[in-house]
């Protein structure tokens, strides 16, 4: 049983984790530039904390990153190698408008995207490109408050029409927003959001959310009307909630946490608000103010393929909450006795993923794209570069066998398949580079030391094998 012809393996990474020269040829500064490492970087991200003054000396981790803005051939080459057929990056919106509510677009921003494009062209490599992944210009967030302000959505689709006119012909997946349900435990990251001392916080990122949805759904509109063979996702942080046990008040518990997740989906894929959220946010004085034409706008460009990112399944239980936490993406959950955890506490669940997949077809039936799965690691390098990280491979392998029974024996419509991330990067969860992801190891430490040297780990060699086996050699 085997993956369909032209299935389309690669690798995914994020502009403010990979590509550095955060000041170069006009970028702008943008909300993920002021995200420190360290014990504040949780507030930061969770829009408890600002830090609007942007300090020079101190190190912020995307201020270089690995510094793709000047090597991204060389990094392209390398995935090419690999065998990819597919490119999952972002744009950081701030290179194309600095300052986000400008009239004219940055040329050398887009310029740099076009030749990245044409690059990955050259190599057979299909584009996949995130419109936002945790990206805002400062500014729009200084002047408007980031998304909980409406005209965000204007500021959004005038990027949009310029990418999609700039990018015609050259790309053809977009995603709107990376993990849009993010925005509930990252409001900083997902969409700007500080947080004023007793606001009612749920009300602010449920109207933020609001904007980010019916943007979404003017991106997908002005897509289709600017190139038809354009195919716009959703993504978002995928991974079911398990009840911790079989008392109902758990599977009740795990219910709502997993619509929690889907409530964005749900709009984004079926067009409309879901009663069950619209039940709560009345309960809970949540409901967002939805301007005329919004609920049209949904019901009527809703997406064509839905993309996920999954590293873990969580857990919930309702007794006291007695038992030990697990760390997860973004947030942590109740520990599951039955898994293997990470370095970082995340729970490794690869038949999570086969169940999670199988969820989201039987929910929505519509492409789905895994656009995020990896393990971070601690890697240790010899004198040459090279790193045995067998612990990735197993990880790894485990997952896309947990895939192709989701596809080959479930019958699940998978388009694709992205690891997080082919090549080290900044971590978005604590800013530092020793968690890393990749096939490809870069030279570079915590405090941003290092030659930034690329090299290939054991586990180049292994994916390489299983593209060109189509998954069957794992
Ligand atoms: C997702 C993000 C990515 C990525 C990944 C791994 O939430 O979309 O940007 O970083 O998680 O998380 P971390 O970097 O915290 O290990």
Redesign the pocket.
């Known amino acids: 049983m085997k993956f369909r012809d032209g299935f389309l393996w690669g690798g995914?990474t994020?502009a403010n984790?990979c590509e550095g020269g955060y000041n170069k040829d006009g970028r702008g500064l943008a909300n993920v530039d002021v995200c420190p490492t360290g014990k504040d970087r949780s507030l930061v991200i969770t829009g408890k904390l600002k830090m609007y003054d942007f300090d020079e000396d101190y190190y912020y981790p995307s201020k270089e990153a690995i510094n793709m803005y000047h090597h991204f051939k060389e990094d392209i080459q390398l995935f090419a190698e690999m065998g990819f057929k597919v490119y999952r990056m972002s744009i950081a919106w701030s290179r194309i408008f600095p300052m986000g509510d400008e009239e004219e677009p940055n040329e050398a921003g887009l310029q740099f995207y076009e030749d990245l494009f044409k690059e990955c062209h050259k190599h057979g490599i299909e584009p996949l490109v995130t419109i936002t992944?945790?990206d805002c210009p400062m500014h729009l967030i200084k002047e408007y408050g980031g998304w909980r302000n409406r005209k965000m959505i204007d500021f959004y689709e005038k990027l949009c029409r310029v990418i999609f006119n700039r990018y015609k012909g050259l790309v053809r997946y977009w995603l709107t927003f990376?993990?849009i349900n993010?925005i509930l435990h990252?409001p900083f990251m997902g969409a700007g959001l500080c947080f004023e001392e007793g606001e009612n916080e749920e009300k602010v990122k449920y109207q933020a959310a609001h904007h980010e949805l019916v943007a979404s759904a003017k991106a997908t509109k002005i897509a289709r009307e600017v190139d038809k063979n354009n195919l716009i996702g959703c993504m978002f942080?995928a991974g079911s909630v398990y009840p911790y046990s079989s008392n109902p008040s758990d599977v009740w518990e795990a219910t709502k946490m997993d619509r929690e997740n889907y409530f964005f989906v749900d709009v984004q894929s079926r067009g409309k608000y879901p009663n069950y959220a619209l039940k709560e946010m009345e309960r809970k004085g949540t409901m967002p103010i939805m301007a005329e034409g919004d609920e049209e706008l949904l019901a009527k460009y809703t997406v064509d393929f839905i993309s996920l990112?999954y590293?873990n399944s969580r857990c919930v239980r309702t007794d006291d909450g007695e038992g030990e936490t697990a760390e997860g993406?973004?947030f942590a959950s109740a520990k599951n006795p039955y898994l293997e955890y990470s370095q970082?506490g995340?729970p490794i669940d690869p038949l999570g993923l086969r169940i999670t997949l199988n969820h989201v077809y039987d929910r929505y039936e519509k492409p789905l794209f895994i656009v995020?799965n990896?393990l971070?690691a601690k890697d240790v390098v010899d004198e040459h570069g090279y790193v045995e990280d067998d612990y990735r491979i197993d990880y790894l392998r485990e997952h896309i066998k947990a895939m192709r029974d989701a596809v080959t024996v479930d019958g699940v419509d998978l388009l694709g398949y992205t690891t997080?991330?082919p090549i080290d990067?900044?971590?978005?969860?604590?800013g530092e580079m020793e968690?890393r992801?990749g096939f490809i190891y870069v030279d570079r430490d915590n405090e941003g030391n290092g030659t930034l040297k690329r090299s290939k780990k054991k586990s180049f060699y292994w994916y390489k094998k299983v593209i060109s086996s189509n998954g069957d050699d794992l």
């Open positions: 995914a994020a984790q992944h945790f990376n993990e993010m990252a942080a990112s590293y993406n973004l970082w995340w995020e990896g971070g997080w991330a990067l900044v971590s978005a969860g604590s968690k992801y």
